[in-house]
């Protein structure tokens, strides 16, 4: 028994290492095979209730925060006084979009903005948006909030109410 386990602890590191070598193959030839799935890129074209634009490429560079709330939700609206607070913090290192995620008017949306005095862009679900929420996968819960790096890397997806320590946790402050 001892003879067997000096030989397995003297052949573990020849195993170990080629086992990382190998991986490290595999890694190198995965995009060569025609029957690999790589992770899309997130793409998308937003446009705010102010008219602005945004998209993966205008808001590469920096951290990218989307939520998905509706009027009607209670634990959205308890969730938006830390996204206020957070983007008057972080502003000019983190984006937010607050993608609203029901068929309601602009009316609505604005008497609901200066309500909860709302400082980040909000993006309405209409005709112009909706076919592009799809590309951020499906939302089955709200609210849903995503964060991706500075490189457009999906970092985290909450289902539920975030606080400004959540946030805190995936997005670096500016150094």
């Excluded at 102010?50 to 939520?67: A, H, S």
């Excluded at 830390?82 to 949306?109: C, M, Q, R, T, W």
């Excluded at 970092?155 to 995936?170: A, P, R, S, W, Y």
């Amino acid at each position: 028994m001892k003879k067997l386990l000096i030989i397995l602890l003297l052949i573990s590191p020849i195993h170990t290492s080629q086992a990382l070598s190998l991986n490290s193959l595999v890694d190198w030839v995965k995009p060569l095979m025609p029957w690999y799935e790589q992770e899309p890129e997130l793409t998308f074209k937003l446009t705010d209730i102010k008219g602005n634009v945004y998209t993966e490429k205008n808001t590469k560079g920096k951290y990218l925060v989307v939520n998905f709330w509706a009027t009607w939700c209670t634990p959205c609206l308890k969730e938006i006084p830390a996204f206020v607070k957070f983007y008057n913090k972080n502003s000019d290192h983190v984006e937010i979009l607050g993608l609203d995620f029901e068929p309601v008017n602009i009316e609505v949306i604005n008497e609901f903005i200066e309500r909860f005095n709302i400082n980040y862009p909000i993006v309405l679900y209409d005709y112009q948006n909706d076919s592009e929420y799809s590309n951020f996968g499906e939302i089955v819960g709200m609210p849903t909030t995503q964060i991706y790096s500075p490189e457009g890397e999906l970092l985290q997806t909450f289902m539920g109410e975030v606080t400004i320590e959540d946030l805190d946790k995936f997005i670096s402050p500016i150094s």
